[in-house]
């Protein structure tokens, strides 16, 4: 089955500065990459998807990007906030609808 | 707020009990998945309904069983429960079923969760 890779497992940057998460995937046949938002006490939050037709997508400070020859799409926030400290995990699925999930990342933006 | 609503919040047991945890999925949605986070595990996918039936099977345990009634809220059900079962249990729905047409990406609204602690 799918099997998805999530680095770093920590992050740490200073207010202003870019984060960048990766992830690897190893089933072809997914063509969906959402990635979530996890703060403490509540659950996941969709913040940006990308499907496996498109090799780019932004929205504001985040974008994704995805290489599917390589199998492997990334997560970059720009200009980041210490409101951006959470628990990020990225996610691969294919059309029979099993979801698997990173093991998450832990940014923390200092002030 | 994602509108997909769960309850309990909070749920303490003991070994050997059964609990039943609810969800309500956003208007419109006709999927609910269930999964269960733990720390060791991270998060895992453990069954989806649609509509009412079930649609896709995860890594869902034979003591765990779940069903999605008319109006489309969603039970899980937790049987002879062991002390690895505690863990933080989360609900997410979708217009779709993820596998056709429009609704062949899944895109998933999480709930709050519900946090189950066996003792």
């Known amino acids: 089955g799918e099997n998805v890779e999530q680095h770093p497992s920590t992050l740490s940057v200073q207010e202003g500065d870019s984060a960048v998460i990766k992830c690897t995937y190893s089933d072809s046949a997914s063509n969906y990459f959402p990635w979530y938002k996890q703060e403490l006490g509540k659950g996941p939050q969709l913040i940006i998807d990308i499907r496996s037709n498109v090799g780019e997508k932004k929205d504001q400070r985040i974008a994704v990007t995805l290489n599917k020859t390589a199998k492997h799409f990334s997560l970059h926030i720009t200009e980041t906030q210490p409101e951006d400290s959470a628990v990020y995990f990225c996610a691969a699925s294919k059309r029979n609808n099993d979801m698997r999930f990173g093991a998450g990342t832990r940014l923390t933006v200092k002030p | ?119």
């Open chain 2, 1 to 119: 707020d994602s509108g997909v609503t769960q309850t309990p919040k909070h749920l303490i047991t003991a070994t050997g009990q059964r609990v039943t945890l609810r969800c309500s999925p956003r208007s419109g949605d006709l999927s609910v998945y269930w999964y269960q986070q733990s720390l060791d595990q991270g998060l895992q996918f453990l069954i989806q309904y649609y509509n009412g039936e079930e649609r896709a099977k995860g890594n869902i345990l034979e003591r765990f069983s779940a069903q999605q009634f008319p109006d489309l809220h969603s039970e899980l059900n937790l049987s002879s429960l062991e002390l690895g079962d505690s863990a933080l249990y989360f609900c997410a729905s979708s217009v779709g079923d993820g596998t056709s047409g429009r609704n062949s990406y899944n895109e998933q609204f999480f709930g709050p969760g519900t946090r189950l602690t066996v003792l």
